[in-house]
């Protein structure tokens, strides 16, 4: 039997794990030149001096690299009488922490060479390294050794196998290992406890995770703000926003009080569903509570009311912007704006356009695109092909969608020689054009210059057929046939 209790036989299991991951790492045994720089002091070239340095450098943490903490290391191998484990395991911490987690492996099983039985500490940091390296497998048969040695697992030990499972992505085996810490008595570190939560909520089960968050609290855990948001912005994705509505009531009785990101999360949430009354109460509530809304928050309303047709509204939730000292931004009026075009409301749109530009907003390819496809939906194809120039000229580049827009206007008003060079400059311009713009304008010209009449009613019919992707490949087949 070794020191501590360990046998030859749990030992050799040990290394045997060990030796599996095939490590091949030099030690830097360098000659004992070097410690006689550590300090000029004769008591300190004694084993205890020795030590005390040790001691004191991985207290500090102020190992130059990790070959001052190797050579170290070297020295307390070659020491009489030999080091405790304990002052090993201090140092070998200090390495992990530097991440050097196939040195430890390989310094653990140096010790065991020197006849050194590793303590419990010692495993958990071997527990440690392995996990870093992708092997949990290695760690748990690590863990087995411990329940061999008659060793009881600590708190620390464990939360270790649980981090080792969340560096892997295996999540229910995370979750599986505290269920069973949880059955003998042994209680997550809330560090942990946050990095399972989260990793639940990234892979979409949040559900899962107020589950488990309900059974950790059970114990002394406490989620924090920031794990509540997680699970609330989770929620809110998964479209479960009356769940995520029912732990911001909890999360309040329990004294933790919501943020602007808590309710922000919330807001979208609400909106993306049409949840819009709701939304507006959370709102009010927002205000009352204290918790000053930005302009991201007004502008989630905004567009989803505008989506909604409710312009009165999303008037006034403008107006209560800028009585607040908020100012609207370009997506704000982009969202008026588009709000208006979708009700054929095109004076409004224009209105809201301009006072955008009064305001010292300066509109965006995404506002041009709105207004124009406005204009070209109501057949007033002179103004956006006037839109459209303005843009250019005040150094707001076409994208491929503003071109399609255009094309698809001057294409229904049957322009297709307008058209046909508007294609060309968008090619130049290295824009090029989306799959259903090309097969409409390859259609329609050459029904052009097959004589074909394209008047608006043929190009409108078309351009429409081929954007919706309904014309299939036996009506193209005809086309082709009949041009």
């Not at 990790?66 to 290391?73: C, G, R």
């Not at 194809?381 to 206007?409: C, Q, W």
Request: hydrophobic share 40%.
């Amino acid at each position: 039997m070794g020191r501590g209790g360990f046998s030859a036989k749990s030992t050799s299991s040990l290394l045997f794990v060990c030796n599996r991951l095939r490590i091949r790492v030099s030690l830097p045994f360098h000659s004992y030149y070097y410690y006689s720089t550590l300090t000029s002091s004769k008591n300190a070239e004694s084993p205890n001096g020795l030590l005390k340095y040790v001691r004191n450098e991985c207290k500090s943490g102020s190992f130059r690299n990790v070959d001052h903490a190797l050579e170290l290391f070297d020295k307390m191998l070659h020491s009489i009488p030999l080091p405790s484990i304990a002052d090993f395991t201090r140092l070998l911490g200090a390495i992990a922490r530097m991440k050097h987690y196939s040195q430890v492996i390989t310094l653990i099983k140096q010790i065991e060479s020197f006849g050194i039985p590793p303590d419990l500490y010692t495993l958990t940091i071997l527990i440690n390294c392995f996990c870093h390296l992708n092997r949990v497998d290695f760690g748990f048969s690590v863990l087995a050794t411990i329940f061999k040695l008659g060793y009881q697992p600590n708190r620390a030990t464990l939360n270790t196998l649980v981090k080792g499972f969340g560096l892997q992505g295996n999540i229910a085996g995370a979750v599986r290992l505290v269920e069973e810490m949880e059955k003998n008595g042994h209680e997550l570190d809330a560090n942990s406890c946050g990095k399972i939560l989260h990793a639940l909520c990234e892979i979409g089960k949040a559900d899962m995770a107020i589950r488990l968050l309900r059974k950790m609290e059970e114990g002394k855990f406490k989620a924090n703000l920031v794990l509540y948001n997680k699970i609330i912005d989770n929620l809110c994705k998964d479209k479960l926003v009356t769940e995520a509505l029912n732990l911001l009531s909890e999360m309040r009785s329990k004294g933790i009080q919501p943020n602007i990101i808590t309710y922000m999360r919330l807001f979208q949430g609400l909106c993306n569903f049409g949840r819009w009354r709701e939304a507006t109460t959370l709102l009010s509530e927002m205000v009352q509570r204290k918790v000053v809304p930005n302009v991201h928050t007004f502008n989630i309303l905004v567009d989803t009311l505008c989506k909604k047709g409710m312009l009165t509204e999303a008037k006034e939730v403008f107006d209560l912007m800028i009585q607040r000292g908020i100012e609207p931004d370009t997506v704000t009026y982009s969202s008026l704006i588009d709000g208006y075009c979708l009700q054929n409301k095109m004076d409004d749109a224009v209105k809201a356009f301009n006072v955008m530009v009064e305001r010292g907003c300066s509109p965006n390819v995404y506002s041009y695109s709105i207004l124009i496809h406005g204009y070209c939906k109501n057949r007033r194809i002179d103004e956006a092909r006037s839109l459209f120039h303005e843009m250019s000229n005040k150094g707001v580049t076409p994208n491929v969608v503003t071109y399609t827009i255009m094309l698809e206007g001057l294409c229904k008003e049957g322009l297709i020689d307008e058209a046909s060079e508007l294609l060309k400059k968008m090619d130049g311009n290295s824009c090029p054009p989306n799959d259903e713009t090309s097969k409409a304008m390859k259609y329609l010209k050459i029904m052009v210059d097959k004589g074909f009449s394209a008047n608006a009613t043929v190009t409108t019919m078309l351009v429409d057929l081929l954007s919706s992707n309904q014309v299939d490949k036996n009506i193209q087949e005809l086309l082709h046939k009949i041009v």
